[in-house]
T-cell receptor, first 114, second 113 residues
Framework: DVKVTQSSRYLVKRTGEKVFLECVQD?????MFWYRQDPGLGLRLIYF???????EKGDIPEGYSVSREKKERFSLILESASTNQTSMYLC?????????????FGDGTRLSIL | AQSVTQLGSHVSVSEGALVLLRCNYS??????LFWYVQYPNQGLQLLLK??????LVKGINGFEAEFKKSETSFHLTKPSAHMSDAAEYFC???????????FGSGTQLTVLP
């Protein structure tokens, strides 16, 4: 089974802090994704990456950056955390080879910015 | 750009009753469509997927969905609801060269005893 592991289930940070969310997958997937989930809005794509050191903006990249130094690891960075970034963050991965293969999700990180 | 609309942010059914969760999509090309389920404090789990092989797709936990091109719909059904089906359900369409998913806003299913 594919395993996508997010480093923290719950995280509390303060406004202005630099925050790192880490995600690791064990299936050698090329694609990795970061979403945020808010009630009534579903999941919105922040950034994605289809290869090491490659990154593409999703629908809501403002206030975020990402890093992919190794194929299995994809980090989401909040450069200067703000209260409106309080949310659930979900990481996912998928194979580039077959479009029919689904994305596999981690359990999420619930981030609170105080 | 592809988009997904889920009608009804909250649906309540009695245990044993039919479950129907609605999803309509807009896509300029034949879509790949997915239903995911999210149990409390967990990530998303794939229920089923449509990839143009068959219009009626069977998934896990007794769920199925029918792709109707003429109606641009991909509604999720289950003949008899179980208490354990209470969760949030998301419809999604695949798009882009890197296989991004565009999600609907989700439907929270409540199963009443």
């Amino acid at each position: 089974d594919v395993k996508v592991t997010q480093s923290s289930r719950y995280l509390v940070k303060r406004t202005g802090e630099k925050v790192f969310l880490e995600c690791v997958q064990d299936m050698d997937h090329e694609n990795m994704f970061w979403y945020r989930q808010d009630p009534g809005l579903g999941l919105r794509l922040i950034y994605f990456s289809y290869d090491v050191k490659m990154k593409e903006k999703g629908d809501i990249p403002e206030g975020y950056s990402v890093s992919r130094e190794k194929k299995e690891r994809f980090s989401l960075i909040l450069e200067s955390a703000s209260t409106n970034q309080t949310s659930m963050y979900l990481c996912a991965s998928s194979s580039m080879g077959d479009a029919r293969e689904p994305q596999h999700f981690g359990d999420g990180t619930r981030l609170s910015i105080l | 750009a592809q988009s997904v609309t889920q009608l009804g942010s909250h649906v309540s059914v009695s245990e044993g009753a039919l479950v129907l969760l609605r999803c309509n999509y807009s896509s300029s090309v034949p879509p790949y469509l997915f239903w995911y389920v999210q149990y409390p404090n967990q990530g998303l789990q794939l229920l089923l997927k449509y990839t143009s092989a068959a219009t009626l797709v069977k998934g896990i936990n007794g769920f199925e969905a029918e792709f109707k091109k003429s109606e641009t719909s991909f509604h999720l059904t289950k003949p008899s609801a179980h208490m354990s089906d209470a969760a949030e359900y998301f419809c999604a369409v695949l798009s882009g060269s890197a296989r991004q998913l565009t999600f609907g806003s989700g439907t929270q299913l409540t199963v009443l005893p």
